[in-house]
C-alpha cells in the first residue's frame, strides 16, 4: 500500500464516529476541512448533489444523511449554532 493510500485511510478513519447503534459515521464539517473545502456553502453543494443521487438510486435520504445543529464556539466565550450533516460511509 502507497504511504499516500495509508494517510488518507488513516486521515478518514480519524475523524470517524460510532453512534449508539455501531454504526459509523462522518461529521460533514470535519470532512469539509479533510477535503479542503475553504467554505460551508461550498461542501454544502455536493452534499445536496449526493442527497439527489442518494434518492435517486432509491436509497433512502435518512438513512445515509441525518441533518443536524452542533455548537461551535466563537471568540470571546460566545458560541453559535450551525448546520451540519452525520454521513454515512456511503454518502
Avoid at 29 to 56: G, P
Wanted: net charge negative; aromatic share 12%; charged share 30%.
Amino acid at each position: 500500500m502507497s504511504n499516500i493510500k495509508e494517510y488518507q485511510e488513516k486521515i478518514f478513519e480519524e475523524i470517524k464516529h460510532i453512534n449508539e447503534y455501531g454504526e459509523e459515521f462522518w461529521y460533514a464539517r470535519e470532512l469539509q476541512k479533510v477535503l479542503d473545502y475553504s467554505e460551508w456553502r461550498n461542501i454544502n453543494l455536493v452534499i445536496n448533489k449526493a442527497i439527489t443521487a442518494c434518492e435517486n438510486s432509491q436509497n433512502n435520504r435518512s438513512d445515509h444523511f441525518v441533518d443536524v445543529n452542533k455548537t461551535i464556539a466563537m471568540p470571546k466565550g460566545a458560541s453559535e449554532k450551525v448546520e451540519d450533516f452525520m454521513l454515512s460511509r456511503y454518502a
